[in-house]
C-alpha cells in the first residue's frame, strides 16, 4: 500500500534550521494577542512548515498562528494552522505548519525568496541575510520555558 503525499509545495529540508518568532493572533474565530515565543524552523514550503518548539500546543484548527521570520533580508510575516503534532521529548513538540496566505502578492515573495534559498543552499549551509538560527538561539529556544499569555 503506497503512501500519498499531500504536500502540493516543494518542501524544503534545513541543515541549519530558521529562527523565527511566533504568536497566537486567533482562537474559535476570537482575536487573541499572546506574547512572541521563539521556535525553529525546520523545514519549509510555499504551502507551510515544518517547526520544533518547546511549547504544548492543542492540535486545533481553530487556532491560527503569526510567523515571523527574515529571508534575504526582509521580514515575511505570515499565518498558519496547526495541521499535525508530535511529541519529540517531555519538553520538545514538533508541528506541521499549513500557510493561510490571503495576499497573493505574499505568496509570490515567499515563493521568489524560497527558489533563491534552495539555489543559494547548494553552496553553504548558512546565509547572513537569513534568521538561521546560532548555537545560542538553538540553546535558547530548546531551555524555553514557556506560557501562553
Do not use: W
Request: aromatic share 8%; glycine share 4%; with cysteine.
Amino acid at each position: 500500500m503506497s503512501h500519498l503525499n499531500k504536500r502540493s509545495s516543494f518542501r524544503m529540508h534545513l541543515q541549519i534550521p530558521l529562527s523565527a518568532l511566533f504568536k497566537i493572533i486567533g482562537f474559535r474565530n476570537q482575536a487573541a494577542d499572546t506574547k512572541q515565543s521563539k521556535i525553529m524552523i525546520k523545514d519549509i514550503s510555499a504551502g507551510g512548515l515544518r517547526i520544533h518548539t518547546p511549547l504544548n500546543l492543542p492540535v486545533d484548527l481553530n487556532l491560527l498562528l503569526e510567523f515571523t521570520f527574515l529571508l534575504f533580508h526582509e521580514e515575511m510575516k505570515i499565518l498558519g494552522v496547526i495541521k499535525r503534532k508530535m511529541t519529540l521529548s517531555n519538553s520538545l513538540y514538533e508541528y506541521g505548519i499549513a500557510f493561510s496566505i490571503a495576499d497573493p502578492l505574499i505568496e509570490q515573495q515567499l515563493i521568489r525568496h524560497l527558489i533563491q534559498l534552495s539555489t543559494r543552499l547548494k553552496q553553504t549551509n548558512l546565509l547572513a541575510s537569513c534568521s538561521f538560527c546560532s548555537d545560542e538561539d538553538m540553546a535558547d529556544i530548546l531551555s524555553a520555558k514557556y506560557e501562553l499569555t
